[in-house]
T-cell receptor
Framework: ETGVTQTPRHLVMGMTNKKSLKCEQH?????MYWYKQSAKKPLELMFV???????ENNSVPSRFSPECPNSSHLFLHLHTLQPEDSALYLC??????????????FGPGTRLTVT | KQEVTQIPAALSVPEGENLVLNCSFT??????LQWFRQDPGKGLTSLLL?????REQTSGRLNASLDKSSGRSTLYIAASQPGDSATYLC????????????FGEGTQLTVNP
């Protein structure tokens, strides 16, 4: 039990669908992250939230829309995705985001397939 | 821009062997370095975190070393077991980049019974 849960674990969606990924952390952390892991590529940081406020957006296309209603929950809303968006999407949390001294804890990921 | 490289990309060893995984980074201005384990299709499990002021960290059969000035880290696994089979990822955080982690592509380890 890592303390970070993600649902669904697997998702298949068409290019015109709208879906959402959910992440929840039970660790009392203040920072949450979305990462994308594509085949044969290093993990890429997508978004960083601190106390429900987005603090980093790494040039992610607008078809990915994050939402952080409170410090325990993080969503990634998906619409009109492309096949190259198929990947493992990982959520992580840490106590704070402003230094690297705080260890990040990862969820199990959502395997997304866009058809 | 920080770049992290892991060598080898894949490694297959017989059970019981001691092995070393390598990680190198281009910018030595790091805050810490983490080694993670990832099982197929799963999330990441943190194995060891080394602060930039430290030289090594140990946990059970795992030992990670850090040479910040040369931009290198090694993960030593003693007496490998089939259960150690997984992908091992190295990641660094920069001195001025907050919690942002830069990851390597990983080393896929297979330990054969």
């Amino acid at each position: 039990e890592t303390g970070v849960t993600q649902t669904p674990r697997h998702l298949v969606m068409g290019m015109t669908n709208k879906k959402s990924l959910k992440c929840e952390q039970h660790l009392g952390h203040n920072a949450m992250y979305w990462y994308k892991q594509s085949a044969k590529k290093p993990l890429e940081l997508m978004f960083v939230y601190s106390l429900e406020e987005r603090v980093e957006n790494n040039s992610v296309p607008s078809r990915f829309s994050p939402e952080c209603p409170n410090s325990s929950h993080l969503f990634l809303h998906l619409h009109t995705l492309q096949p190259e968006d198929s990947a493992l999407y990982l959520c992580a949390s840490s106590l704070h985001h402003w230094t690297g001294s705080y260890e990040q804890y990862f969820g199990p990921g959502t395997r997304l397939t866009v058809t | 821009k920080q770049e992290v490289t892991q060598i080898p990309a894949a490694l297959s060893v017989p059970e019981g062997e001691n092995l070393v995984l390598n990680c190198s980074f281009t910018d030595s201005a790091i805050y810490n370095l983490q080694w993670f384990r990832q099982d197929p299709g799963k999330g990441l499990t943190s194995l060891l975190l080394i602060q930039s002021s430290q030289r090594e960290q140990t946990s059970g059969r795992l030992n990670a070393s850090l040479d910040k000035s040369s931009g290198r880290s090694t993960l030593y696994i003693a007496a490998s077991q089939p259960g150690d089979s997984a992908t091992y990822l190295c990641a660094v955080s920069g001195e001025t980049s907050g919690s942002r982690l830069t990851f390597g592509e990983g080393t896929q380890l297979t330990v054969n019974p």
